[in-house]
Nanobody, 122 residues
């Protein structure tokens, strides 16, 4: 079983930055890629970003492109989501997930973390 643990959430003001971390317990072919999703109250989880194991392939949602960057340190089994120029509309619970390949499709991720709250004040 692959376990993912997010950390780094918190409350910031608009324009500030925050970095989320996702520690992955085990490397398996089913968990080679890591995705980031977020969930607004009463809404489905939406795709934010994803990265492959080698770090050479990263994809982003249009709403965060140019502001968010995902990266990884495989020696530390950790994936990061650097969030810059945060906006109030970025307020959500952020989840990391592991799957076979980077994809925007939520159902293709087999393992999920518990989520971490990010709150951005005006």
């Amino acid at each position: 079983q692959v376990r993912l643990t997010e950390s780094g959430g918190g409350s910031v003001q608009a324009g500030e930055s925050l970095t989320l971390s996702c520690t992955v317990s085990t490397r398996t072919i089913r968990a080679d890629a890591t995705g980031w999703f977020r969930q607004f109250p009463g809404k489905e989880r939406e795709f934010v970003a994803a990265i492959n194991y080698g770090g050479g392939v990263a994809i982003y949602a249009e709403s965060v492109k140019g502001r968010f960057t995902t990266s990884r340190d495989n020696m530390a089994n950790t994936v990061y989501l650097q969030m810059n120029s945060l906006k109030p509309e970025d307020t959500a619970v952020y989840f990391c997930a592991a799957g076979r390949a980077p994809t925007r499709v939520r159902e293709r991720y087999d393992f999920w973390g518990q989520g971490t709250q990010v709150t951005v004040s005006p």
